[in-house]
T-cell receptor, first 111, second 114 residues
Framework: AQSVTQLGSHVSVSEGALVLLRCNYSSSVPPYLFWYVQYPNQGLQLLLKYTTGATLVKGINGFEAEFKKSETSFHLTKPSAHMSDAAEYFCAVISTDKLIFGTGTRLQVFP | DTEVTQTPKHLVMGMTNKKSLKCEQHMGHRAMYWYKQKAKKPPELMFVYSYEKLSINESVPSRFSPECPNSSLLNLHLHALQPEDSALYLC?????????????FGPGTRLTVL
């Protein structure tokens, strides 16, 4: 079965700083990978997804992620953090037709 | 319309009550999902319906009973729940099940079992 590991349950950055949220996958075949965001007391919203093709994927709200097969990674980045980016971020992979989530990373943004 | 709606937003019930959660989508999606999310944890899959038929049941206790009356509607019937069942229940839908299909999530129903 495929799985994802998110390194760091909490990440804190200053407003305007680079955001880097880490996700590594375990898969023997090319995976389908997703990043979702969850704001407090809300459902999940898709930021971006990787299926095939271009390894640099651009998403909503200025986020992007790069699929690196050699490192089995799919890290999420944003050049400049906004206060509104404070939320829980989940990396996820499709495994046997099911969406399997990582444990999540809480992003805090300080003024 | 790219929205999944869930009702009610909040639900408080006793262990002897019977209640239902409702989920609706009008995107023409043929796969619908129920997830359970405890605080500070990722969502856990409970059930998947594909073309209105139950496709996956993740060994969920029988006190949770899903129903898919039509392609737009998904219900979760609750009966004799336990306090540990208190959680955020999320509904999602996708065009079809699996592969690279994006799942669209509703805002959830926050359930408290007393």
């Amino acid at each position: 079965a495929q799985s994802v590991t998110q390194l760091g349950s909490h990440v804190s950055v200053s407003e305007g700083a680079l955001v880097l949220l880490r996700c590594n996958y375990s898969s023997s075949v090319p995976p389908y990978l997703f990043w979702y965001v969850q704001y407090p007391n809300q459902g999940l919203q898709l930021l971006l997804k990787y299926t095939t093709g271009a390894t640099l994927v651009k998403g909503i709200n200025g986020f992007e992620a790069e699929f690196k097969k050699s490192e089995t990674s799919f890290h999420l980045t944003k050049p400049s953090a906004h206060m509104s980016d404070a939320a829980e971020y989940f990396c996820a992979v499709i495994s046997t037709d099911k969406l399997i989530f990582g444990t999540g990373t809480r992003l805090q943004v300080f003024p | 319309d790219t929205e999944v709606t869930q009702t009610p937003k909040h639900l408080v019930m006793g262990m002897t009550n019977k209640k239902s959660l409702k989920c609706e989508q009008h995107m023409g999606h043929r796969a619908m999902y129920w997830y359970k999310q405890k605080a500070k944890k990722p969502p856990e899959l409970m059930f998947v319906y594909s073309y209105e038929k139950l496709s996956i049941n993740e060994s969920v206790p029988s006190r949770f009973s899903p129903e898919c009356p039509n392609s737009s509607l998904l219900n979760l019937h609750l009966h004799a729940l336990q306090p540990e069942d208190s959680a955020l229940y999320l509904c999602a839908s996708s065009q079809v099940q699996g592969a690279d299909n994006e799942q669209f999530f509703g805002p959830g129903t926050r359930l408290t079992v007393l």
